[in-house]
């Protein structure tokens, strides 16, 4: 494997001194971007360009050929897990993701297929591999994963949902068929991760999309501890150093001090949470990802840099700061306003980090 040109980003998720704050964006890759659609139209479908590997590493490569973003992160979805699962993923225009099967009894628990990640996964390996090889050192790349709370939100429902209602159902009615579901998920996640590092990947993102929608206990019970227990299983290092883990629960910044003691390095914050107020509630003990408002980029650039120029006054002197949106860049985003993001974080970031 090549050495690594620019470790900025890694060393700001150990809190390690750098010379300005990192930036990537959640969804770099994807829609907004023009190239990416003519290559999603060559690929045939969505899940025919996560499956191909050389077309994955192409939309994983697009963004940095626009942008100095210090790190890539693997082209996939969060349903790959599921899928293998055998619960038969596909795409409706227009309407998310949809599963042909659904876990709702003990039966359809029962029924799932056992999955190995390296073999009934080795498309993803593949192109984690691939990326990696490609990017030549230029960057680390980011492995991820949906967590198990959010995956068992579409395995439940049969899709995406606005109320979660069968699921909650499930959570609060049965709850030991549902922990039985987050244990099988929590350890498919772990050894899905696990496989990713050793294909390449030098940092890991678990995205918990919908743990936001749980109660606070509910959220500890259903959400927090399977994240735990699938940090415990990752290797902690890999090539010499370490690989940290990212968790981003959309909607958890009321948790941030539980989140921040689940074993992860870096806790991502949503763009409703204070950035200053979450760095003076988990102190030194993670870095923080985030956090602006993705439809800042509907914005000016002149009041986009405003934004950025807050939210860098927001966390203050220091390392520990990954700068990114608060969720996925909208596909509707003008490229240029992504120019005008980068630039600000790159130009602005560095005073804060004088020595």
């Known amino acids: 494997m090549s050495e690594l040109k620019n470790?900025?980003?890694?060393?700001?998720?150990?809190?390690?001194?750098?010379d300005r704050t990192p930036i990537w964006m959640m969804r770099q890759?994807?829609?907004?971007?023009p190239e990416y659609r003519a290559t999603r139209q060559q690929a045939g479908s969505f899940l025919d360009l996560c499956k191909n590997a050389e077309l994955a590493c192409e939309v994983t490569l697009q963004p940095l050929r626009r942008y100095p973003m210090d790190a890539a992160i693997l082209f996939s979805d969060i349903l790959t897990v599921p899928d293998a699962l055998g619960l038969g993923l596909y795409f409706e225009e227009g309407e998310g993701p949809k599963f042909r099967k659904t876990v709702r009894s003990e039966a359809d628990l029962a029924a799932l297929n056992s999955v190995n990640a390296d073999d009934d996964l080795g498309y993803v390996m593949n192109a984690v591999r691939t990326i990696r090889n490609a990017l030549?050192?230029?960057?680390?790349?980011?492995?991820f994963s949906g967590s198990p709370w959010t995956l068992a939100t579409y395995m439940v429902e049969g899709g995406s949902s606005k109320d979660f209602a069968r699921v909650k159902a499930m959570a609060y009615d049965q709850p030991a068929l549902m922990h039985a579901l987050?244990?099988?998920l929590a350890d498919a996640v772990a050894d899905y991760l696990a496989a990713q590092v050793r294909a390449g990947a030098q940092a890991l993102q678990i995205f918990?999309?919908?743990g936001g929608s749980l109660s606070a206990a509910g959220y500890r019970e259903f959400s927090l501890q399977y994240m735990r227990r699938i940090i415990e299983q990752l290797p902690a290092e890999s090539d010499g150093r370490p690989v940290p883990?990212?968790?981003f629960t959309k909607g958890g910044g009321q948790w941030l001090e539980v989140i921040a003691d689940c074993g992860a390095q870096a806790v991502g914050i949503d763009w409703t949470t204070d950035i200053q107020g979450a760095r003076s509630r988990v102190g030194d003990r993670v870095a923080l990802q985030g956090n602006m408002d993705p439809s800042m980029l509907f914005a000016s650039p002149g009041r986009?840099?405003?934004?950025?120029a807050a939210i860098l006054a927001g966390y203050g002197a220091g390392s520990g700061h990954v700068f990114n949106l608060g969720?996925?860049?909208t596909p509707g985003v003008n490229p240029d306003n992504v120019t005008a993001f980068v630039d600000a974080v790159q130009e602005l970031s560095p005073q804060y980090h004088q020595r």
């Not at 470790?7 to 750098?18: E, G, I, N, S, Y």
């Not at 986009?304 to 950025?308: G, N």
Request: no cysteine; net charge negative.
């Open 29 to 33: 890759a994807g829609r907004y971007l």
């Open 208 to 210: 918990d999309t919908w």
């Open 182 to 184: 987050l244990e099988l």
């Open 327 to 329: 969720h996925g860049i």
């Open 245 to 247: 883990v990212i968790v």
């Open 7 to 18: 470790d900025r980003f890694l060393r700001t998720l150990m809190r390690q001194p750098v």
């Open 304 to 308: 986009i840099r405003e934004e950025v």
């Open 136 to 143: 030549n050192g230029d960057v680390p790349l980011i492995g």
